[in-house]
């Protein structure tokens, strides 16, 4: 006499040796497909990164990138920076040992972050800034404890202002060395 159990079971067992099967005829990239900023185990060109930026997104990425490749003396290129920021574009001045500015092409929420030692927000003219620009450099100042201003990329009329607020780092990176 032939029991249920052992019934059921060996058709759950040919069920999924038959499933295990047809995924092993797939290759690794039809069965997990990583965005380019989400796989830290390849470096991404800077192209894929962008590919998969909304086109919005794109065109603002495309824009900051060329105003920070414009800089004398700053050389692109691309780092990993941990779970948070993943693959980011960094901007480092020849020289320097610390970036002076990177974007980060999260698919979701493009960023452009810059880090700052103490003091040199204070050098700058903040109550001129606008709301947004001076919200992302509070996060670099007291009491945080991080160094890094941090903006969201979204918006083309603040374009003005993120390029300005580049170029005054730079300037003042640049007269301290």
Known sequence: MTNIGEVQGS?????LCKELRAVSTMSVSETYNRRAWDDR???PAIEQLRADLPEDAAGLFDRLREHLSALD???EEVVWYGDCWRWTVQYIIKGQDEALAMLVPSPEDLQLVMPFERGMI????VNQMKRAIRDGLDLAREPFDTRWGVWSVQFA?????????I?????????KR
């Open 11 to 15: 058709g759950l067992i040919y069920g």
């Open 41 to 43: 185990f390849r470096q």
């Open 73 to 75: 003396g700053v050389v």
């Open 122 to 125: 204070d050098k700058l003219p």
């Open 157 to 165: 009329n603040l374009m003005d202002d993120m390029t300005g607020l």
């Open 167 to 175: 170029d005054r780092k730079y300037k003042l990176v640049c007269t």
